[in-house]
C-alpha cells in the first residue's frame, strides 16, 4: 500500500546550520507531496507541496523537490532558525484514494542559538 | 477566513467512560477528515466525509468509535467506551471539493488522556 517513511529524529542543529529531512514515499500511480509543521502546542499546517514529478515547493526559506526517479521529497533549508523548532511530518495524498494523507511518523527539530 | 475549530482541546477520561469531540471545519469545505495522532507518530486516518456522506471509514474501530455529519458542516467524534490505547490527539481536518486543491488544512486538536 502506499506509505511514506521519513528520517528517524530527534533533528538538533546550531542555528545558521543546514537543514535537511529525509523522506520517501511508496504509492501507485503520481501522487502529490506535502511538507507539514506542528509547532508545540499547535496543529499541523502546511509548509509546502508539490503535484507533479521535478515540482519544487518552497516556502519560508524551506524547500523540496519531487523527484520520481527516486521516490524522494527530502526538505532543506540552508539557515535554520530558532523558531524553526517544531515537528516535521512528509504526507502523500492521491485523488484516487478521496485525497486521504499518509504521514511519515515526524522529524524533531531543535534549533539551539 | 476562519481556520478548523475543534474542542475540546483537551479531555481526560477513565477507561470505559464516553467521551465526543467536536469539529467545525472551514466554510464550504466539503470535505472533512478525522485523524489520530498517536504520541511519537504520525496522524491515521479514522473516517472521511463529503458533505453528510461517509467516504472512508476502513480504519475506524467501529465496536467503540462512531462519527457523523448530519448537515455536512459540523461533525462529532465520540469514543465509547474508551480504552487506555485511545490516548491521542484527535486531529479534525477539511479540504475544499475542488480538483484543483488536495491541501488539508488542520484543527489544533483535541488530546485526549485515558487513564
Known amino acids: 500500500g502506499d506509505s511514506v517513511t521519513q528520517m528517524e529524529g530527534p533533528v538538533t542543529l546550531s542555528e545558521e546550520a543546514f537543514l535537511t529531512i529525509n523522506c520517501t514515499y511508496t504509492?501507485?500511480?503520481?501522487?502529490?507531496l506535502f511538507w507539514y509543521v506542528q509547532y508545540p502546542g499547535e496543529g499541523l499546517q502546511l509548509l509546502l507541496k508539490?503535484?507533479?514529478?521535478?515540482d519544487k515547493g518552497s516556502n519560508k526559506g524551506f524547500e523540496a523537490t519531487y523527484r520520481k526517479e527516486t521516490t524522494s521529497f527530502h526538505l532543506e533549508k540552508g539557515s535554520v532558525q530558532v523558531s524553526d523548532s517544531a515537528v516535521y511530518f512528509c504526507?502523500?495524498?492521491?485523488?484516487?484514494?478521496?485525497?486521504?494523507?499518509?504521514f511519515g511518523t515526524g522529524t524533531s527539530l531543535t534549533v539551539i542559538p | 477566513e476562519a481556520g478548523v475549530a475543534q474542542s475540546p482541546r483537551y479531555k481526560i477520561i477513565e477507561k470505559r467512560q464516553s467521551v465526543a469531540f467536536w469539529c467545525n471545519p472551514i466554510?464550504?469545505?466539503?470535505?472533512l477528515y478525522w485523524y489520530q495522532q498517536i504520541l511519537g507518530q504520525g496522524p491515521k486516518l479514522l473516517i472521511q466525509?463529503?458533505?453528510?456522506?461517509?467516504?472512508?471509514d476502513s480504519q475506524l474501530p467501529k465496536d467503540r468509535f462512531s462519527a457523523e455529519r448530519l448537515k455536512g458542516v459540523d461533525s462529532t467524534l465520540k469514543i465509547q467506551p474508551a480504552k487506555l490505547e485511545d490516548s491521542a490527539v484527535y486531529l479534525c481536518?477539511?479540504?475544499?471539493?475542488?480538483?484543483?486543491?488536495?491541501?488539508?488544512?488542520f484543527g489544533p486538536g483535541t488530546r485526549l488522556t485515558v487513564l
Open positions: 481536518a477539511s479540504r475544499r471539493n475542488d480538483l484543483s486543491t488536495d491541501t488539508q488544512y
Open positions: 504509492a501507485t500511480g503520481y501522487p502529490s
Open positions: 508539490a503535484t507533479k514529478a521535478d
Open positions: 504526507a502523500l495524498s492521491k485523488k484516487n484514494t478521496g485525497n486521504q494523507f499518509y
Open positions: 466554510s464550504g469545505h466539503a470535505t
Open positions: 466525509f463529503q458533505n453528510n456522506g461517509v467516504v472512508d
